[in-house]
């Protein structure tokens, strides 16, 4: 069983930049799809990206597209999530999911293991 531990959220100012890590647990993370997910106060959590098992494939909701980069480094057992161009809408919990040999899914039920998210806020 993977687990996930999120880092590197903090408070930033509109237009900077962050790198949020996701460390995961257990020899067989690179069979695992890995998505990213994020929840504002209030709204229900959503969809930023996310990248397939074997790492071919990724895919990016619509306001992140061009300003956010999912990667992973399976030598360490941790996936990226690179946020250029932040926006105070960026504000949100963000949470790391993992799906085994998975596809690269914006569904939330498509993921099986969840981290305890990381606080990213953007001041305007």
């Known amino acids: 069983q993977v687990q996930l531990v999120e880092s590197g959220g903090e408070l930033v100012q509109a237009g900077g930049s962050l790198r949020l890590s996701c460390a995961a647990s257990g020899r067989t993370f690179s069979r695992y799809a890995m998505g990213w997910f994020r929840q504002a106060p209030g709204k229900e959590r959503e969809f930023v990206a996310a990248?397939?098992?074997?790492?071919?494939?990724?895919d990016y909701a619509e306001p992140v597209k061009d300003r956010f980069t999912i990667s992973e480094d399976n030598a360490k057992n941790t996936v990226y999530l690179q946020m250029n161009s932040l926006k105070p809408e960026d504000t949100a919990v963000y949470y790391c999911a993992a799906a085994p040999w998975g596809s690269a899914s914006g569904e939330i039920k498509s993921y099986d293991i969840w981290g305890q998210g990381t606080q990213v806020s953007v001041s305007s």
């Open positions: 990248i397939n098992w074997s790492g071919s494939k990724t």
